[in-house]
T-cell receptor, first 109, second 114 residues
Framework: GENVEQHPSTLSVQEGDSAVIKCTYS??????FPWYKQELGKRPQLIID?????GEKKDQRIAVTLNKTAKHFSLHITETQPEDSAVYFC????????FGTGTRLQVFP | DAGITQSPRHKVTETGTPVTLRCHQT?????MYWYRQDPGHGLRLIHY???????DKGEVSDGYSVSRSKTEDFLLTLESATSSQTSVYFC?????????????FGPGTRLTVL
């Protein structure tokens, strides 16, 4: 079955810097890749997603890139702010959503 | 947030007792899912439903059963709770599946089994 690996597990950046989180997947049939943000004690919330027929997608300060050949996708956050501090999860969909193990992002003022 | 509620939001129970968690949606979505979230494991699918009375197993289904008698309600039952089932449980919904779709999560239920 599908396996999703996510790195790094923790990431600390200074406010204003960029943050990059990377995920790899194993099943080449995966065709949908969402990213969720989870604040402490809250539910996971979708922040951006990409489908396999697209290489890059942007939404204001966040972007996701997909490399189908290498089977990896990445989340990019530019101009980070303290409110970006949260745990971020990637996921890959074949017939079910399989999640990575999460990245705790800390943005220091 | 999508119209999803979970009850109870917190529960403490003892080993060997039955526990039922409820997920309720007001979106009339066809698909509903139960996940558990544990440190170091992300979110793992327990069971899902693709319609009333239609359910299937996920990757960590042992020790859990589900039922869906109405579109809006999806119940997760731990027949005899064990300490390894201490976790945060999230329900999710989506409108379609088979093709990629967006899943929206409920607020979660924190379950502690002593």
């Amino acid at each position: 079955g599908e396996n999703v690996e996510q790195h790094p597990s923790t990431l600390s950046v200074q406010e204003g810097d960029s943050a990059v989180i990377k995920c790899t997947y194993s099943d080449s049939a995966s065709n949908y890749f969402p990213w969720y943000k989870q604040e402490l004690g809250k539910r996971p919330q979708l922040i951006i997603d990409i489908r396999s027929n697209v290489g890059e997608k942007k939404d204001q300060r966040i972007a996701v890139t997909l490399n189908k050949t290498a089977k990896h996708f990445s989340l990019h956050i530019t101009e980070t702010q303290p409110e970006d501090s949260a745990v971020y999860f990637c996921a890959a969909f074949t017939d079910k959503l399989i999640f990575g193990t999460g990245t705790r992002l800390q943005v220091f003022p | 947030d999508a119209g999803i509620t979970q009850s109870p939001r917190h529960k403490v129970t003892e080993t060997g007792t039955p526990v039922t968690l409820r997920c309720h949606q007001t979106e009339n979505h066809r698909y509903m899912y139960w996940y558990r979230q544990d440190p170091g494991h992300g979110l793992r699918l327990i069971h899902y439903s693709y319609g009333v009375k239609d359910t299937d197993k996920g990757e960590v289904s042992d020790g859990y059963s589900v039922s869906r008698s109405k579109t809006e309600d999806f119940l997760l039952t731990l027949e005899s709770a064990t300490s390894s089932q201490t976790s945060v449980y999230f329900c999710a919904i989506s409108e379609t599946s088979g093709s990629p779709d967006t899943q929206y999560f409920g607020p979660g239920t924190r379950l502690t089994v002593l």
